[in-house]
């Protein structure tokens, strides 16, 4: 590889500088000195990639969580901790997508150096010697934009790196999966590995999709985090589809951890303590609340109910969980004091606008009567106030998919 970039390459070793020195053999990372290893490394960094706009409500989250060193940027937040915390951020998180470790940031001008700073990061530190690490990425207002050709270069160097740390003239790949991703931008590369595998949306309650625009799981928490409900009034969806918000609402108000029943990719890494994740697993556990909870989801559509019926089955709050057909617009409550989380059709993807707007009208003369209630509505349409007939206290900017979206917060 040409020399010439070299002086130019700006590497971040921050895990290699915390840690103290101390080089791990491959066998190391087969387990039998799991304990020696996991106490180099009492500070990894990380990345968690979420929707735009929940950016503070994620690292709310990973504060509360007690993670070190939480920043908030766009789209994502960054975090610092042992490899504990890779077990508790995967299995508590409602609002990130996944949870990335962070092996190290270089220049990009051109592939040589980007070759280069990949080749010196530690990867030998994470990716066991049977390891397999296929690489996938993206690049935005940088010079390198050609993704295969970004995927190959940081294959290639890293292969060259664990042909030379693990000494092995081949490479065999047929262990664990650590999916390396990269992302370039403005010319400097961030080199992650994932631990999460599906992202962190997929709770393992939603199995059947609802093909009515179903919400992501984590805008749903976000929704129900932003609505400050703490398991106290009455929650109501009356637009509740496959029960994605009354189930987090559930979740959240029994403190259960979103990810006690699935599966994490970096369950199958060696290097990783034994016990972090059943630990993890007793920890959100023993956390959890009992208590009466009156959340109610409605919808028109009689094959929505049974879907999110059965969703919440899945999910364990079908106890705290009423779901009826019913026509949002003959939305009734005599109690004082709820509050309304609610995805309307937005006229976009699943309905016509006239027809969206008819109902936003209908459902907006239906609430009259609940002066007391709490609401936010997500809706994309511009009009929502106007024609649903209340102007929001607050509007707050989210993304649905690509869909730009307010929530539209009355309370
Ligand atoms: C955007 S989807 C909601 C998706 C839901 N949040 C989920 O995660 O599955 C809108 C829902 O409103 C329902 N809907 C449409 N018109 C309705 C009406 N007049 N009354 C009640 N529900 C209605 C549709 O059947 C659909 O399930």
Request: hydrophobic share 35%.
């Amino acid at each position: 590889m040409p020399q010439i970039m070299k002086h130019l390459i700006r590497i971040s070793y921050d895990n290699d500088r915390e840690r103290g020195g101390g080089e791990l053999s491959s066998k190391g990372m087969q387990g039998e000195q799991n304990t020696q290893y996991s106490n180099l490394k009492p500070s990894l960094k990380f990345c968690v990639p979420c929707l735009f706009g929940i950016e503070g409500l994620c690292a709310d989250e990973l504060k509360r969580l007690g993670m070190s060193d939480v920043r908030a940027e766009n789209g994502r937040v960054l975090f610092s901790g042992s490899e504990n915390e890779i077990a508790r951020a995967n299995v508590n998180l409602r609002t990130g997508e996944r949870v990335l470790l962070v092996a190290g940031n270089c220049n990009s001008n051109t592939f040589d150096e980007l070759f280069e700073g990949v080749r010196a990061m530690p990867w030998e530190e994470y990716i066991s010697d049977n390891g397999a690490f296929p690489v996938k990425g993206h690049s935005i207002n940088s010079k390198l934009h050609s993704i295969p050709d970004c995927q190959r270069i940081v294959k290639k160097a890293v292969v060259e790196r664990l042909r030379s740390r693990h000494k092995a003239e081949w490479i065999k790949e047929t262990g664990a999966k650590y999916q390396i991703a990269f992302a370039i931008m403005n010319d400097t590369a961030s080199l992650y590995i994932d631990t999460s595998g599906a992202g962190l949306h997929k709770r393992g309650y939603r199995l059947a999709g609802w093909e009515s625009a179903p919400l992501r799981e984590t805008l749903a928490a976000a929704m129900v985090k932003l609505s400050r409900y703490r398991g106290k009034e009455s929650v109501c969806d009356p637009f509740c589809g496959s029960g994605t918000i009354p189930i987090e609402a559930a979740l959240a108000a029994k403190n259960r951890a979103p990810g006690l029943s699935r599966c994490f990719t970096a369950q199958d890494w060696t290097w990783l303590g034994k016990t972090i994740w059943s630990d993890a697993i007793e920890e959100a556990k023993s956390r959890e609340y009992t208590g009466d909870y009156d959340i109610w989801g409605g919808d028109i559509a009689p094959k929505a109910i049974e879907l999110a019926a059965a969703n919440a089955q899945r999910a364990g709050v079908s106890d705290c969980i009423r779901f009826d057909i019913a026509e949002a617009a003959d939305f009734k409550r005599d109690i004082a004091g709820g509050m309304i989380i609610a995805n309307p059709p937005y006229g976009e993807r699943i309905m016509l606008p006239g027809e969206a707007e008819d109902i936003y009208r209908r459902f907006g003369k239906a609430i009259k009567q609940l002066d007391s209630w709490k609401m936010y509505i997500l809706s994309s349409h511009s009009e929502f106030e106007r024609i649903f007939g209340k102007t929001a206290v607050k509007k707050r900017k989210l993304y649905n998919g690509m869909i730009k979206c307010d929530l539209h917060m009355y309370y």
